[in-house]
């Protein structure tokens, strides 16, 4: 679906068809052209305007984050994140930006709700950052994307401390999936972020010839809630690693607690296996064999001794 919205002295509107080639687009307006799940007719149009190279990452599935500097544009990767409620998985969404002297470009799969919320308030003429400047303009849809993360950063910290209560309540076999689930969440946040910070450090210095210098500010309160998701991934790696070890502590006090137990068992039968073996071997000299009350005499032994063995371990506090 292509999307095109134009805006010529501060009045912003919609309009059916897009430029054929953005570099010849009417230098006098700004425009802003989103490809959501473009066809091939519309994915056309980024052939058409960029470098190869640039389009080949585009359209690539997979990709890390990052910004490049072409002859008259920017080509950024940076990823929009969200817990699927369905499959309750953490869940990420390549944006691809191209950001000229007069035209934005951005490029996904699948809905992005930082593009859907500036996408209506250009359709309401509302969107008060495009009649400034495409740069305000991506500024805006970064801020939005990157706010989003707090949620998700909630999430994950109501799943760690879940996962910490089961752990010293009960864990089960389905908790240490989930702790290698959490883990697993936190290291990709972090893979994602790390690149991401740098991109927003850049920008705000100003570096790149299509941000100015007066947008370049804007982009530092990004960069500086970037920085803050950043170092509590590392909080949070810190906490989920300390819920394994508590966890795998927790498993090996029940083994070992299982241990002790079968080792008591053993020790009181060892006394017993002991007795029945004597008496079970077949030698003609054996004087109580023919004792009348033999029989009763070594089972009143065994108990004797199983209750001597289990008052000792208990006054030992084995058991």
């Known amino acids: 679906m292509l999307t095109y919205f134009r805006c010529l002295d501060g009045k912003i509107e919609q309009l059916d068809a897009a430029p054929d080639e953005l570099r010849v687009a009417d230098p006098k307006a700004l425009h802003w052209i989103d490809l959501e799940d473009p066809t091939p007719g519309e994915a056309e149009l980024l052939e058409k305007s960029f470098h190869p190279l640039a389009v080949e990452d585009c359209l690539s599935e997979v990709h890390h984050p990052k910004v490049d500097e072409y002859e008259k544009y920017l080509f950024i990767i940076v990823h929009g994140i969200r817990f699927d409620e369905p499959t309750d998985q953490f869940v990420t969404r390549k944006l691809d930006i191209f950001l000229g002297p007069n035209y ?27 009649p400034r400047g495409l740069d305000f303009l991506l500024h805006q849809l970064l801020d939005q994307m990157f706010d989003h993360y707090f949620p998700t950063l909630d999430t994950i910290q109501d799943k760690i401390q879940l996962a910490e209560v089961e752990v010293f309540e009960g864990p089960t076999k389905d908790t240490l999936s989930r702790i290698f689930a959490l883990k697993r969440d936190v290291m990709n946040l972090r893979r994602i972020c790390g690149p991401q910070r740098e991109i927003l450090n850049r920008l705000s210095r100003g570096e790149f010839e299509a941000v100015s210098r007066k947008a370049a500010i804007y982009f530092r309160d990004i960069y500086d809630n970037m920085y803050r998701i950043l170092d509590a991934t590392y ?34 039968l060892m006394p017993l296996t002991l007795i029945t073996g004597i008496y079970g071997m077949n030698f003609k000299n054996m004087p109580e064999l023919d004792w009348q009350y033999g029989y009763v005499a070594v089972l009143g032994l065994m108990v004797f001794l199983s209750i001597g063995l289990v008052t000792f371990f208990r006054r030992k506090g084995w058991i």
Request: overall charge positive; proline content about 2%; some cysteine.
């Open 235 to 268: 909080a949070y790696q810190d906490i989920v690693q300390g819920t394994l070890d508590a966890y795998l502590s927790s498993v090996n006090n029940a083994l070992n607690h299982t241990m002790q137990r079968l080792t008591v068992i053993g020790a009181m």
């Open 104 to 130: 934005l470009l951005t490029h996904h799969h699948g809905p992005l709700r930082s593009i859907t919320a500036s996408r209506e308030q250009c359709r309401r003429g509302l969107n008060a950052a495009m």
